[in-house]
Nanobody, 125 residues
Framework: QVQLVESGGGLVQTGGSLRLSCAAS????????MGWFRQAPGKEREFVAA???????FSADSVKGRFAISRDNVKDTVYLQMDSLTPEDTAVYYC???????????????????WGQGTQVTVSS
């Protein structure tokens, strides 16, 4: 079992920034891949960004150049730095962990094994 706890969400104005954190426990953090997904009201959950155990990163086209994912294997934490936020970024943000390495499934929801409870991000216009 892996436990994930997200934090850092909140209310921010358009153009502002937030940094989300996701603390993991229950498994050696450096041996898993991590992802961020989001779900806006009335919409399906979608991929945002991911980082492999080797440090390779992936991001959705909608957030490229604005969001950055990183990890700290000492603190067992993955981060999502979000800049230039817009109201379209309003959603519940979830972190997830993938145990088996498969770069082809990094952007797929079903490719992840454990999920956090989510943290709300609201961007006002």
């Amino acid at each position: 079992q892996v436990q994930l706890v997200e934090s850092g969400g909140g209310l921010v104005q358009t153009g502002g920034s937030l940094r989300l954190s996701c603390a993991a426990s229950g498994r050696t953090f450096s041996t898993v891949d991590m992802g961020w997904f989001r779900q806006a009201p009335g919409k399906e959950r979608e991929f945002v960004a991911a980082i492999t155990r080797f440090g390779n990163t992936f991001s959705a086209d909608s957030v490229k150049g604005r969001f950055a994912i990183s990890r700290d294997n000492v603190k067992d934490t993955v981060y999502l730095q979000m800049d230039s936020l817009t109201p379209e970024d309003t959603a519940v943000y979830y972190c997830a962990v993938r145990i088996l390495y498969d770069v082809q499934r990094m952007k797929i929801i079903s490719g992840y094994d454990y999920w956090g409870q989510g943290t709300q991000v609201t961007v006002s216009s």
